[in-house]
Structures are given as structure tokens and as C-alpha cells.
T-cell receptor, first 116, second 112 residues
């Protein structure tokens, strides 16, 4: 069965510092992987996705993630944090559902704080 | 742009009430989903639908039901609201099986 583990429920960085949010997945089939961002009292917005092809994926707002099959990881990074990056971030994987359907399985989320 | 609209941002209901949460998408997506979001638990799937009048249980369907009479509309029903259903509810849609989902703004429901 597919699953997602996000390491660290809270991450705090200084403005201008590197952002690294960790995600490990479990999947018995080649995974489709996603990162979403959620600002306070808002829905989720897609940051980036990996389906096939290039393992380094670039998304919106300067974020990127690298799919590493050997490590079963899909960590999210940004070279320089902005105050506006403060939000909650969710990693997700497509899971095969009984009956042949797919659904998104989410991690528990990582809340990113950015301080001056 | 895809737009998923949830009818209410905030709701306060009493224990035992029947509650309807409405969701509409404007991109002719086949798939629609209802998630519940609680701190530390991430998003948990309540129900989903891959076609009109079709529904499938997710991970936590107990106490909920759904209705999809038209392709663009997916309703979540709390048959008899309880305080443990106080939560943020998120509706999502996607164009085909296996693709990313597009989310509404969420409905924060408080049951008192």
C-alpha cells in the first residue's frame, strides 16, 4: 500500500536561508508525487508534481523537488526563504485503490515558519 | 483556471442537525473528492466519486454520506452532526484518474 511520511511537523528558518522539507513515500508501483501548499484558512494549491521523466522538478514560487527512487524520497527545497513562504506544506502520492481507481494519499503536513 | 467552489467558508451547527456541504467545479472534471483536515493528521479522504451518481467510500466514511446528481456538483452530508465532526472540510476535483487534484477554499465546520 502507498503511504507518505513527512519528517518534521514544524520547520523554522530565517529569511534568506535554505528551505528543506522532507518527504518519504512507500509505493509498490512507480509513484506519482505531489507537493501542495496551504496558506491560513485557504484550500490547497499545487506547488509541483512528479509523474515521469526528469527527476528534478521545478514548481511555482521558486520551489523544486527531486525524486530519488533509491531513497524513496521527494524532498522539497527552496534556496532562499521569503516571509511569504510561511504556510503548511503537504506531500502526496497517488495510491491504487481497490477497484482500480486512484486517490491521493497525503502526509501529515509540515508547517513552515520564516522569521526575520 | 480551474475553480472549485465550496458554498460556505464557516459554518456553526448544533449536535444532531443534518448538515449539507456543497461543492461545485467548473471544469467538467470526472472526479470529485471530500477530505477532512485535522491538525497533525493531514488530509483524510471521506468519500469520492468518479462519475455522476457514483460514489466510493474513502478512509473515514462513518457518519457521512454524499450525493452527486450532476457532474459539477458533489455534496457531503452529515446525517446527524456530532462534536467530533468539527473540522476543516476540503472539496477537490481532478480531470482523470491519477492526476493532481484542485481544491476549494475549505469549509470550517464547528458543531456545538
Amino acid at each position: 500500500a502507498q503511504s507518505v511520511t513527512q519528517l518534521g511537523s514544524h520547520v523554522s528558518v530565517s529569511e534568506g536561508a535554505l528551505v528543506l522539507l522532507r518527504c518519504n513515500y512507500s509505493s509498490s508501483v512507480p509513484p506519482y508525487l505531489f507537493w501542495y501548499v496551504q496558506y491560513p484558512n485557504q484550500g490547497l494549491q499545487l506547488l509541483l508534481k512528479y509523474t515521469t521523466g526528469a527527476t528534478l522538478v521545478k514548481g511555482i514560487n521558486g520551489f523544486e523537488a527531486e525524486f530519488k527512487k533509491s531513497e524513496t524520497s521527494f524532498h522539497l527545497t527552496k534556496p532562499s526563504a521569503h516571509m511569504s513562504d510561511a504556510a503548511e506544506y503537504f506531500c502526496a502520492v497517488i495510491a491504487m485503490f481497490s477497484g482500480g481507481y486512484n486517490k491521493l494519499i497525503f502526509g501529515a503536513g509540515t508547517r513552515l515558519a520564516v522569521h526575520p | 483556471d480551474v475553480k472549485v467552489t465550496q458554498s460556505s467558508r464557516y459554518l456553526v451547527k448544533r449536535t444532531g442537525e443534518k448538515v449539507f456541504l456543497e461543492c461545485v467545479q467548473d471544469m467538467d472534471h470526472e472526479n470529485m473528492f471530500w477530505y477532512r483536515q485535522d491538525p497533525g493528521l493531514g488530509l483524510r479522504l471521506i468519500y469520492f466519486s468518479y462519475d455522476v451518481k457514483m460514489k466510493e467510500k474513502g478512509d473515514i466514511p462513518e457518519g457521512y454520506s454524499v450525493s452527486r446528481e450532476k457532474k459539477e456538483r458533489f455534496s457531503l452530508i452529515l446525517e446527524s452532526a456530532s462534536t467530533n465532526q468539527t473540522s476543516m472540510y476540503l472539496c477537490a476535483s481532478s480531470p482523470r484518474r491519477g492526476s493532481e487534484a484542485f481544491f476549494g477554499q475549505g469549509t470550517r465546520l464547528t458543531v456545538v
